[in-house]
């Protein structure tokens, strides 16, 4: 017993000695990282960058990430801090903006306390509010920067917060070309039609300073295959049609055409008549085809190609206006056995008013028209399971948001499953965005609930078993006798 309490003495000693000398993993607190971001206006951009040195001691370039102290050494004279420009922080995993905020009097604004992980740093053009002498006159946009955080000193160590922050000082693109594309004279980036339903698509764009400098400015819109053209291209300057003669090309499909490419590519000669602030317009039309999927986005791109040097074109791509369409599935069931029916005919109408219209619909193109007859109406079968179907509807963007937009329609019975009774109140449905398949933009999810029709079967009141047979019976027996009697007494 004694050896072995020597022995468990030995062991704790040791155990203990080891714990004194190894490492122990403790759990660090969580790093934070400051970003510091400065707005400056440089008077000109002749002989910067400067080669070499070090930024803000002695005039020359070479930044580092830390806080430049001599704008002018280093920007060149006449650089000066901008007052009221809004930034943004987006966390790149998330896409969410995490930090947002205005530059001060100093020209800066700071972003404390962000943890490790890749940061966007973007100007919001919208949220910034420019006074005297700059107020509207800020050319061009900030170039957004990618952060990587930490971020490490080429002399050692990392920036890390207060004193120690990074300080990033982003560049202003050039004057260039704006462009801009919508789907209404309303300028909404979304908006619902009905297949087949004509939308006119809208290019507009400003002209920069020296355009007419400029050898390349190119217009490139690519539908996708939900998208039809159907013609109607025309060009403006400041809202006067401009003919196509010497002035521009055009490279445009037939009519009906899906996924179709148009482009408009403007003449050097004709680039040399523009002058800063013109607007250029170019409109055309476009529907909705059978091969959209209801709900989601059938978007086309544009691309807006620019240079003053045809061998370095650069490119400018819009947020791109989406059309839409929806739809909704339907089941007919017993409303007792709840067994799916077969063979109940619809039509669909907008409204429940008398002077609702009626939805016609071309069987292979799904083209919808609204007509004023029922009986020219598309009929809507429900098949062997009792499902029926419409695609093609629309419903009522709201602004440019699709996903809130929603309208009313109703389903008239107008011929009921054999045994069972007919329906005569309209039957109210709505299209949305997500009425056909849960998520449009994820169709493998699948399709949305149908909407439950019911029906009740046919039945005939039942008035009184065996007591009915006896009064029949009797019935007859004194209608008999009747006749019996008056034969007998004219033989009398």
Do not use: C
Not at 132 to 145: A, D, F, H, R, V
């Amino acid at each position: 017993m004694k050896k072995l309490s020597k022995v468990f003495g030995i062991l704790m000693a040791m155990a203990i000695v080891l714990l004194s000398v190894l490492p122990v993993n403790a759990a660090a607190p969580s790093e934070t990282y400051d970003i510091v971001v400065h707005k400056v206006l440089l008077k000109s951009l002749e002989g910067f960058p400067k080669e070499g040195g070090t930024p803000g001691i002695d005039g020359k370039t070479n930044y580092d990430g830390a806080k430049i102290s001599n704008l002018e050494g280093y920007f060149g004279n006449g650089a000066k801090t901008v007052k009221g420009v809004y930034f943004e922080v987006v966390d790149k995993s998330t896409n969410k903006v995490v930090k947002e905020g205005a530059t001060g009097d100093n020209g800066e604004v700071a972003f404390n306390g962000l943890a490790a992980g890749t940061y966007i740093v973007r100007e919001n053009k919208s949220k910034t509010v420019l006074s005297g002498e700059l107020n509207g006159k800020m050319p061009g946009s900030t170039i957004p920067i990618t952060i990587v955080l930490p971020v490490y000193k080429a002399a050692g160590g990392k920036f890390t917060t207060g004193e120690n922050a990074l300080h990033v000082y982003p560049k202003n693109t050039v004057d260039e070309p704006t462009i801009e594309k919508s789907v209404t004279e309303s300028k909404n980036m979304h908006d619902t039609v009905g297949i087949g339903q004509t939308k006119p698509f809208i290019i507009e764009s400003v002209m920069p300073d020296k355009i007419e400098d400029y050898k390349v400015l190119r217009y490139t819109d690519q539908f996708s295959k939900g998208l039809s053209y159907q013609g109607e291209l025309k060009v403006f300057k400041n809202d006067v049609e401009v003919t196509k003669d010497n002035n521009y090309e055009v490279t445009e499909p037939g009519l009906g055409t899906k996924n179709a490419k148009i482009t408009v590519n403007f003449k050097e000669s004709y680039i040399k008549t523009l002058r800063k602030g013109d607007k250029i317009k170019i409109t055309y039309n476009a529907t909705v085809n059978e091969d959209a999927v209801m709900g989601a986005a059938n978007p086309n791109e544009i691309k807006l190609e620019y240079s003053t040097n045809p061998d370095s074109i650069k490119e400018k791509k819009p947020e791109n206006p989406e059309l839409h369409t929806g739809g909704k599935k339907f089941i007919k069931k017993d409303n007792d056995l709840n067994k799916p029916l077969d063979n109940a005919e619809f039509v669909i109408k907008n409204s429940k008013e008398k002077t609702a219209k009626y939805l016609k619909q071309d069987p292979t193109t799904l083209k919808i028209e609204w007509v004023d007859s029922k009986d020219t109406a598309t009929k809507f079968v429900s098949k062997s399971g009792g499902l029926f179907e419409v695609k093609g509807l629309p419903y009522g963007a709201k602004g440019n948001n699709n996903t809130q937009g929603e309208s009313t329609y109703y389903l008239e019975e107008i011929k009921a499953p054999t045994g069972y009774s007919l329906n005569t109140e309209a039957i109210e449905f709505k299209v949305n965005a997500t009425s056909y398949y849960k998520d449009p933009t994820n169709i493998s999810l699948g399709i949305a609930d149908p909407q439950v029709i019911n029906n009740h079967k046919v039945t005939i009141p039942q008035t009184g078993g065996i007591g009915s047979v006896v009064v029949i019976v009797g019935g007859i027996l004194i209608t008999a006798l009747g006749i019996y009697m008056k034969k007998r007494n004219s033989r009398v």
